[in-house]
T-cell receptor, first 110, second 115 residues
């Protein structure tokens, strides 16, 4: 099993659509979970941390299921500016090293 | 907003040459990191640095790689004898005490091309 595995994508959706990204991770000792966004040839930028209780930031909702080692990201009312690659990231157990998924590419079309 | 600054933004070098990638972390941060991303592949951890020493390194970070904090502000990654497969985006990041990994800030990266 890959350390962090994501939907391969790409996702092509119309503006206003709701889109969901899924991610699984293999290290049950991981403590911290994140979704990053990466625009083409740019640095990754933190979109949101993911907490066990689930958390929401505007149009973005993240969920974590520790038992299933599964993380999700939901984007509602997608905008053109949401077009990017979304990276699922976990820390490698009890340290600060980050393990990255390959990312899922999203294209929001007018 | 504080930034992590990386220079150069793009470096082209011949195979076998040494390169030094430079980073200026956020001034009050204590943890420093290098990651790399080969085109089309995932971001990979290289090394973390704290209290003037390496705290963790990956299998990629072999004897050809070294890091240094030569003064109070710069954090450098040196590749002694570059190979074609070292071509990648190299990202520096830093985080502060007590922030955990959520406090990471990434620089905009150096694109290294080995020819």
């Amino acid at each position: 099993r890959k350390e962090v595995e994501q939907d391969p994508g790409p996702f092509n959706v119309p503006e206003g659509a709701t889109v969901a990204f899924n991610c699984t991770y293999s290290n049950s000792a991981s403590q911290s979970f994140f979704w990053y966004r990466q625009d083409c040839r740019k640095e990754p930028k933190l979109l949101m941390s993911v907490y066990s209780s689930g958390n929401e930031d505007g149009r973005f909702t993240a969920q974590l299921n520790r038992a299933s080692q599964y993380i999700s990201l939901l984007i509602r009312d997608s905008k053109l500016s949401d077009s990017a690659t979304y990276l699922c990231v976990v820390n490698a157990g009890n340290n600060r090293k980050l393990i990255w998924g390959l990312g899922t590419s999203l294209a929001v079309n007018p | 907003e504080p930034e992590v600054t990386q220079t150069p933004s793009h470096q082209v070098t011949q195979m076998g040459q040494e390169v030094i990638l430079r980073c200026v972390p956020i001034s009050n941060h204590l943890y420093f990191y290098w990651y790399r991303q080969i085109l089309g592949q995932k971001v990979e951890f290289l090394v973390s640095f704290y209290n003037n020493e390496i705290s963790e390194k990956s299998e990629i970070f072999d004897d050809q790689f070294s890091v240094e904090r030569p003064d109070g502000s710069n954090f450098t990654l040196k590749i002694r004898s570059t190979k074609l497969e070292d071509s990648a985006m190299y990202f520096c990041a830093s985080s502060g005490q007590g922030e955990g990994v959520s406090g990471y800030t990434f620089g905009s990266g150096t694109r290294l091309t080995v020819v």
